[in-house]
């Protein structure tokens, strides 16, 4: 299994960017996808995660309402919209993927994914 993210950036407080991850070597449409983040000096976080079907999401209490994560199965590919960014979005995201296929549950802890990609660094200016 391979992800790969992209379409992290440096961008001004209150702009917006979107990342991109796709993934390879597997069939996509079956397993859970979530995005982390991860700050200098500190730990890698959860930022939201969707079930395998898509039907379902999940977003930590400091970006909800200003992120949105969706998947195309069609091009394997998991995206994070990211509105109204802040300084305190500043972080390198890395995508990540379950390993249990049609998983019905969402999943918000770094240790329940499998598979991550190499990250996308996103820095917000003040």
């Known amino acids: 299994v391979q992800l790969q993210a992209s379409g992290g950036g440096l961008v001004q407080a209150g702009g917006s960017l979107r990342l991109s991850c796709v993934a390879s070597g597997r069939t996509f449409k079956s397993y859970g996808m979530g995005w982390f983040r991860q700050a200098p000096g500190k730990e890698r976080e959860f930022v939201a995660a969707t079930t395998w079907s898509g039907s379902s999401t999940l977003y930590a209490d400091s970006v909800k309402g200003r992120f949105t994560i969706s998947r195309d199965n069609a091009k394997n590919t998991v995206s994070l919209q990211m509105n109204s960014l802040k300084p305190e979005d500043t972080a390198v995201y890395y995508c990540?993927?379950?390993?249990?296929?049609?998983?019905?549950?969402?999943?918000?802890?770094?240790?329940?994914?499998?598979?991550w990609g190499q990250g996308t660094l996103v820095t917000v200016s003040s």
């Open positions: 990540a993927q379950k390993s249990t296929p049609y998983d019905s549950h969402i999943y918000k802890y770094t240790d329940d994914y499998d598979y």
